[in-house]
C-alpha cells in the first residue's frame, strides 16, 4: 500500500483496530500481574495472630514480653561494687576403656558428648560459710560478702542435680552440673 499524504478510512478503521487490542493486551497483563505478587506464603490458610500476646503488647508499654528475657537477667546488679571472682568453666566426659582403646561408642572429643559441666570459682579470703548458690537452668548466681558471680551458662542444666564442694587450703569452689542434652540418646549410646 502506498502512503500519498492523506488518510483513507481505511487506515483509520485498521488503526483502530490495531489500539483495540493493545487494551485488551494491557488488560491481560494486569491481571498476570496480580498473580505474579503472590508468592509460597500465600498457599494455604492465612496464620493465625495470637490476639491475646498482641493485645498485651499493645497493652502494655513493656519493651519485651517475659519470655524474652534472659533467665538471670535480675541478677545483673550495676550498682553492686563487689568485684567478679575468677573462674573457669570445664565440659566433662565419662570415659571409659572401650571409649579410650577401642572406639566403640558413638563419643568423641566435642562438646556434644559431654555429660557434665564443672565451674571453678576461686575465692580468696572466703569461708565456706560466706557462700550462697543459686543455679538455675541457664544462670549461676554466687554472692559471697566480697565476690558476686552472675554466670550465664553455655548449656542447659538439670538445676536439682549437681554438686558444689568448697576446697578452703585452694580457696577455690567447684560446682559440678549435668548438662540437659535433646540429643543424649544420640552422642551417649
Request: a negative charge; proline letters at 7%.
Amino acid at each position: 500500500m502506498t502512503y500519498l499524504g492523506g488518510s483513507s478510512a481505511q487506515d483509520l478503521l485498521a488503526l483502530s483496530a490495531l489500539l483495540s487490542k493493545q487494551e485488551e493486551e494491557d488488560e491481560n497483563y494486569k491481571n498476570v500481574d496480580a498473580c505474579a505478587q503472590l508468592g509460597p506464603g500465600h498457599i494455604g490458610p492465612p496464620p493465625k495472630t495470637d490476639q491475646a500476646s498482641s493485645s498485651y503488647m499493645k497493652n502494655s508499654k513493656a519493651i519485651w514480653s517475659e519470655e524474652e528475657v534472659a533467665e538471670g537477667g535480675h541478677y545483673d546488679d550495676v550498682v553492686d561494687p563487689r568485684p567478679q571472682p575468677e573462674y573457669e568453666i570445664i565440659l566433662k566426659q565419662n570415659v571409659g576403656t572401650e571409649d579410650l582403646f577401642l572406639g566403640l561408642s558413638r563419643k568423641n572429643p566435642s562438646s556434644m558428648c559431654c555429660e557434665a559441666m564443672q565451674v571453678k570459682i576461686k575465692l580468696p579470703d572466703t569461708k565456706a560459710t560466706d557462700v550462697v548458690l543459686d543455679i538455675k537452668e541457664a544462670f549461676l548466681d554466687l554472692r559471697t560478702p566480697k565476690y558476686k558471680l552472675g554466670l550465664h551458662l553455655p548449656h542447659p542444666i538439670h538445676s536439682q542435680e549437681g554438686k558444689a564442694q568448697f576446697f578452703s587450703e585452694k580457696q577455690e569452689l567447684k560446682v559440678t552440673l549435668l548438662m540437659k542434652r535433646p540429643t543424649d540418646f544420640i552422642n551417649m549410646q
